[in-house]
């Protein structure tokens, strides 16, 4: 694989959070960025949400290209950038930052890559009725993104725990800042899960359920799974959970995790420098 | 040649100054850790001296292992830091940078790296009286950490110009600091220079002069180079300049400022992380 050339040219991508060190983020940019010939690596940062301040600075002063976020400095680091993308400000979370001209802005790329993998597979998001599963991190970025690409209307479904009602609140907000109907649901109401998916167009799981090592577990039953529905997954271990494998079986358009993966951080990318990351390359040689 | 495989453990070390992106650093500190099998690698960051604060603040909350900092930033940065070396301090002026449990500490490897390469050359320098051309940013810190060496005497000749005054002020804080006897002579008389020389253990070029393209260029006259004498120079292009053949002609020892380089960027890894670089490998395929 082709490997980066440093030299006292070469540009830097960092990735801040903790812990960081077990992520795959560095070696896949860092390989991406060889391949398409660009003078940039891109090294993890361990960084608290204390330091994120710091680091920040550091990062515009020192010329960084930019950098990604991950927990749990998410949902603190927007308070020390320049400038937020409507998808940031409305999800109160970064997972990517540009540096231009000296200011950092933020955006959030968590959503727009899983639906830019519904997109390439096919699907239509705009006017789609959509039944999402989960509202936590992945879910609400999801959630947030559908609403500002305009989807007729979203069901969501979460569980009734302490965090019911922020969720609610969340739901009302980027219902009430996107236009966009928004409703949410008792994870535990399979019925009311059932008709809202025969009702949807896509249908979509943003909990961890059927992740490794528990590939039994599936959010839907095969009942909810009806002609002309598009399945998304934000698992991708396995690569075809069984929730996918289902919907495989009987005929639907099945998007695995991975492809969110790979778009978010194709995505991030184009954000920071315009680049243009090649996913069979990336998929090839890191997700084999 | 040995290339980084960039992982998430992957750690940092910074080059800060301005302008830096000519630097061969970068390459070479990078190439050296793979070499070593160590996870390290190196890149540089154009900043200048108001930046440098935030710099440095960033790198110790990002982690690095450490930085060198080059013209115009060496005289500043000092004061951003939470420690400085014994020749930090009396040279004023701070070339590498080592981040330990979160604190910066300042260390000067100029004048270090010269010296260690005169003594692996087998040149005495406890006791050595020198003559010293030249007191600008590498003659001040060579004169710096000879007398921290305890040498016997050094006779400096620099230029009468505006900076003589300084000069002076500089030679006497570290005469009295060290406790070594140091005396500024102008630059302009040779027979000064040529007594001082005949009286002499070691003499050394920290001028520009001889450097390409202007190689014939010398500092000294033939009959300044007795029997007995170690020539040192701080020019590495030409490999040999006309100093070090001269002296080399008359079957002296002759350091050239190559090994200065490569002694200096080998007391920079092992201040970092205690790294022993391979400084053959790097002559090999830097310098060739």
Redesign the interface.
């Known amino acids: 694989m082709e ?8 540009k ?1 991508i ?3 959070g903790h812990p ?8 896949m940019h ?1 390989a991406s960025y060889a391949h398409l010939g660009e003078d940039i ?7 608290e949400p204390e ?1 994120l301040k ?2 920040v ?7 960084f290209v930019g950098a990604n976020v991950t927990m749990p400095c998410k949902t603190f680091v927007g308070q020390y950038l320049d400038e937020l993308t409507p998808a940031a400000e409305l999800m109160g979370a970064v997972n990517t930052v540009a540096i231009r001209d000296g200011k950092a802005i933020g955006h959030n790329t968590d959503g727009a890559g899983f639906v830019k993998n519904l997109e390439l597979n096919g699907v239509t998001i705009k006017g789609a009725h959509v039944t999402l599963i989960g509202c936590g991190g992945a879910g609400s970025a999801i959630m947030t993104q559908l609403a500002l690409d305009k989807v007729a209307k979203i069901d969501v479904f979460n569980a009734k725990d302490q965090f019911w009602d922020a969720t609610l609140d969340r739901v009302a907000k980027v219902a009430e800042k996107t236009g966009t109907p928004i409703e949410l649901h008792d994870l535990a109401d399979k019925d009311d899960m059932k008709a809202c998916a025969l009702a949807s167009t896509i249908f979509i799981n943003a909990t961890p359920v059927g992740m490794a090592p528990n590939t039994d577990g599936c959010v839907a039953t095969e009942d909810m799974l009806h002609e002309g529905l598009a399945v998304g997954d934000t698992v991708y271990n396995p690569r075809e959970t069984k929730l996918i494998k289902m919907a495989k079986a009987k005929g639907l358009t099945a998007c695995g995790g991975l492809g969110m993966l790979l778009q978010q951080a194709a995505l991030g990318e184009e954000f920071w420098n315009g680049a243009k990351m090649d996913t069979k390359f990336i998929e090839e040689n890191f997700y084999n």
């Open positions: 490997q980066p050339n440093i030299t006292g040219h070469t830097l960092g990735l801040l960081v060190d077990h992520s795959m983020s560095p070696a860092t690596v891109y090294l993890s940062f361990d960084v330091g710091t680091a600075d550091g990062m515009k002063v020192m010329g």
